[in-house]
């Protein structure tokens, strides 16, 4: 069988093992993410007992600590994919646990903040578990379920980040810091034995030789579509990250009581991805049905516009349920933006180009605080809301005037 009569059987049917591999790698997604997030709360705590005295070191080197993962992950993502799509998915997934397994168990015995901050690049180096999580997905779902099945890993990616840094609030009081370390470590020793034994993957000779003579970028026939996705995932993510940096002070102007500014802050932040968990798989199942191109451009829009009343609450719960139902609209974004990535590439260069994405992604993950923080700062709170509506609203246009009418995403056949 060719690689294109392979790419279009796959699209197609799908693994035989699809389903048991989805449940795999949303748990195995899960356990990472909550053992990646669950060191926020305490993080400028172990920064101090590792020696750093001085208040705005610590808050430096913790800031340093916590983004070195990201800057490291953004530069090899595009790597393991293209590596995934020689030598096989489940491979990548392997490899990544077992990483994150040893470096962030090393975590819990580092000496001083240096080497934190070396196992932190470590872990973006050597991880990506849950983006691999997204390629192996994407590539052995059926074409009409993908989107869906993209949207419920998605919703377990986001339910890792929420439970993560409750767990990190309550561990170290009870085993202590270095052990909370040994314990993140564990439970993704556990997502690597599951990741080894239960996870199936079909191999494909003439996958590899393509994935080995394509080159990746070069093997995709029309890149507007792709250049579209990985524009929207960076946008996406600057538009979610540049109202971080200014919620707190934000919400210190609207709530009475000062003593609960952190609280209320605390759940504005949760509400935006607690409206995501909720509604990734709908919209992923919803655009399986009518085409995932109206469902990007209608999500920007629809979040764009939600940013307008929020630059003008008078209360923190008008800001919570205005974010919740921001969160709602860009639920079903990112399973969109891989399934039009996975149905815009042949299956030799899916992994690179997802793990492209994944790039895309930590960029506007980057920008976006750096940026919401310069303006909020300089400008004005308001125009950070203001702003970033104008981007997205860009952004959904974009979208919508970029989409390809005869798209295989498009279900008006």
């Not at 030799?348 to 993950?365: D, E, F, K, N, R």
């Not at 310069?374 to 509506?389: D, Q, Y």
Request: some cysteine; proline content about 4%.
């Amino acid at each position: 069988m060719t690689d294109t009569k392979w790419d279009a059987a796959v699209v197609e049917s799908g693994s035989i093992y699809w389903k048991r591999n989805l449940v795999i790698s949303l748990l195995g997604s899960f356990t990472t993410i909550v053992a990646m997030t669950l060191l926020l709360p305490f993080l400028p705590l172990y920064v101090e007992e590792l020696g750093v005295s001085n208040h705005a070191a610590i808050v430096q080197w913790s800031g340093i600590a916590y983004g070195a993962t990201f800057l490291a992950a953004a530069f090899v993502a595009p790597l393991w994919g293209r590596l995934g799509d020689i030598y096989g998915r489940k491979l990548m997934l392997v490899r990544a646990s077992a990483g994150m397994t040893v470096a962030i168990s090393l975590m819990g015995m580092a000496d001083n903040v240096w080497q934190l901050v070396a196992l932190r690049l470590f872990v973006g180096l050597a991880g990506g578990y849950s983006s691999g999580s997204m390629v192996l997905v994407a590539t052995q779902t059926p074409k009409d379920r993908s989107a869906w099945a993209l949207g419920v890993l998605a919703s377990g990616i986001m339910a890792g980040n929420l439970v993560g840094p409750l767990i990190g609030g309550a561990l170290p009081p009870l085993i202590g810091i270095r052990n909370t370390f040994l314990a993140a470590g564990a439970m993704i020793f556990v997502a690597f034995l599951t990741t080894t034994f239960l996870i199936k993957e079909e191999k494909s000779p003439a996958r590899k030789q393509a994935a080995k003579a394509s080159g990746g970028w070069a093997s995709i026939p029309d890149k507007g579509p792709v250049i579209a996705m990985l524009a929207t995932g960076m946008l996406l993510m600057l538009a979610n990250m540049s109202i971080e940096p200014i919620i707190t002070v934000y919400v210190a102007q609207l709530a009475e009581d000062p003593g609960r500014v952190t609280m209320i802050a605390g759940v504005v932040m949760s509400a935006a991805a607690l409206g995501s968990i909720l509604s990734a798989s709908r919209l992923g199942k919803l655009a399986d049905r009518i085409g995932h191109w109206p469902v990007i451009a209608g999500a920007l829009a629809v979040a764009g516009l939600l940013l307008i009343p929020q630059a003008f609450v008078t209360s923190s719960w008008q800001l919570i349920i205005l974010r919740f139902l921001m969160g709602i609209a860009l639920g079903g974004l990112l399973p969109c933006i891989s399934a039009v990535i996975r149905h815009s590439v042949p299956d030799s260069a899916a992994g690179s180009i997802l793990g492209l994405s994944v790039s895309s992604q930590y960029v506007g993950q980057v920008a976006g605080p750096v940026l919401g923080g310069f303006v909020g700062g300089h400008i004005g709170m308001r125009v950070v809301f203001l702003g970033t509506c104008v981007l997205l609203i860009a952004g959904a246009a974009y979208a919508w005037l970029v989409r390809p009418h005869n798209a295989v995403t498009a279900r008006r056949r």
